[in-house]
């Protein structure tokens, strides 16, 4: 079991020349990558780098054996459900950011209910449930509420929400919620102080424990992520890694995922300052699949459908259905 926290095992890289680490990766490294039984950070370094653009196929064939071998031919589909959208924080990139201009709202427990007959009468039983991150019009109360609701109507609840404490995760782990996810955003301290310049969600260091608090607690399924286009990708999908390795490794018997969305446009007019191209799409997922081999990968239906198609056999594991 791992003795020390995740953040001080990230510090050790946080002087790390990934440049001259990225670049001096060989083709003999890409082949050991693929090839090995137990992958280390080295292999993940050379999966992710720019000479592994030019050998995308036999990764991608590597890729595509282990999705089957752990997860066969199956993917889990999830419906979203905003509760509220009310928010506090002043995320640069957000369309919740509290100063945008939007109608805010949160759903009444009759809402929930109507809304709940509608999804499940489509057939789908896994719901994600999200709030913007404001305390006083999403409190833990309201969020419980809703769930011993949303209970009788599917069979797994997972919640997307603002960090919570230990004991708060508990509280609603023992009214049914069995899932947990949780996006560090930019794991890059400097740039995610610059994106979160105010309000609760300013705590990086909360935040980044939050998914640890919440597998002590009893989550069966942690999904952590990171918002591709605030920051070279290959630096934060390098750390988004290196966290799903020590959570897997600390928690063996909670289900790890992570997810891969990228910007889009919102209210704010906000836009990426790091392109992330389809192909990189591509390589990202290989990457994870090949690290991480028992890794939940989810796809956002945000993407373009031939996009998903691609990516589906590549490493996929896990889809939104039911929104747009």
Not at 27 to 43: F, W, Y
Not at 87 to 97: A, I
Not at 244 to 249: G, H, I, P, R, S
Request: aromatic share 10%; with cysteine; proline share 4%.
């Amino acid at each position: 079991m791992q003795k020390m926290s995740f953040h001080e095992i990230y510090s050790k890289y946080a002087d790390f020349d990934f440049d001259r680490v990225f670049g001096a990766v060989s083709s003999i490294d890409i082949d050991r990558a693929i090839d090995s039984g137990e992958r280390s950070v080295k292999d993940l370094i050379a999966l992710l780098s720019p000479a592994a653009e030019g050998l995308l196929e036999p990764i991608a064939e590597r890729s595509r054996d282990l999705t089957l071998k752990y997860f066969g031919h199956t993917i889990q589909l999830y419906t979203p459900m905003y509760l509220s959208n009310y928010c506090e924080n002043k995320c640069l990139y957000c369309g919740f950011n509290t100063d945008n201009k939007i109608e805010r709202r949160s759903m009444s427990l009759e809402e929930v209910e109507k809304e709940a007959q509608f999804i499940s009468g489509t057939g789908l039983r896994h719901i994600l449930i999200l709030t913007g991150e404001s305390r006083s019009m999403s409190s833990v109360s309201y969020i419980r509420e809703s769930v011993k609701i949303l209970k009788r109507y599917f069979s797994s609840i997972s919640i997307e929400v603002y960090p919570l404490s230990e004991s708060e995760y508990l509280e609603l782990i023992l009214e049914s919620v069995d899932g947990l996810t949780i996006y560090q955003e930019v794991y890059d301290k400097q740039i995610y102080n610059a994106m979160h310049p105010l309000g609760p969600k300013s705590d990086y260091i909360f935040r980044l424990d939050a998914p640890e608090r919440g597998a002590r607690a009893g989550m069966r399924n942690v999904n952590i992520g990171v918002l591709l286009g605030l920051n070279d990708w290959r630096r934060e999908v390098f750390s988004m890694a290196l966290h799903a390795k020590y959570l897997q490794d600390k928690f063996p018997d909670v289900d790890i995922g992570v997810s891969v969305p990228r910007i889009r446009p919102q209210v704010s007019g906000f836009k990426a300052s790091c392109a992330v191209s389809d192909k990189n799409m591509v390589q990202i997922i290989l990457a994870l699949r090949i690290f991480l081999p028992r890794l939940g990968i989810t796809v956002s239906t945000r993407e373009s459908a031939e996009l998903r198609e691609n990516l589906i056999p590549l490493g996929i594991t896990r889809m939104s259905a039911g929104s747009t």
